[in-house]
């Protein structure tokens, strides 16, 4: 399985970036999908998730600002980040795990098969 982030790039403050992740060998619609982000010198945090085909769950952090959705013909998952501001700067990651995660077992990384390579998000005036 591999996953190929991208989408990443500077970005103003109060600014919007779509980021993507294309998945080979394994099908999107029977796993969950979810994005995590590393700030320099911080640990790696969950983002957000989608499993099931429709159930999102988000961090406190980006909720009501980022979405993520899926398109299963492209086998493409995807990050909308709106409303983007400094501490959202980051190496974002996308990461692929069994469709039968749980609400509590999503931000743990151990329970992720696969990561993408991660692609660098930087807001900034």
């Known amino acids: 399985v591999q996953l190929q982030a991208s989408g990443g790039g500077l970005v103003q403050p109060g600014g919007s970036l779509r980021l993507a992740c294309t998945a080979s060998?394994?099908?999107?619609?029977?796993?969950?999908m979810s994005w995590f982000r590393q700030a320099p010198g911080k640990e790696r945090e969950f983002v957000a998730a989608?499993?099931?085909?429709?159930?999102?769950s988000y961090s406190a952090s980006v909720k009501g600002r980022f979405t993520i959705s899926k398109d299963n013909a492209k086998n493409t998952a995807y990050l909308q980040m709106s409303s983007l501001i400094p501490e959202d700067t980051a190496v974002y990651y996308c990461?692929?795990?069994?469709?039968?995660?749980?609400?509590?077992?999503?931000?743990?990384?151990?329970?992720?098969?696969?990561w993408g390579q991660g692609t660098l998000v930087t807001v900034s005036s």
């Open positions: 989608l499993r099931r085909g429709t159930m999102t």
């Open positions: 990461a692929l795990g069994s469709d039968r995660l749980i609400t509590s077992s999503l931000s743990l990384k151990d329970k992720y098969d696969s």
């Open positions: 060998g394994r099908t999107l619609s029977t796993a969950t």
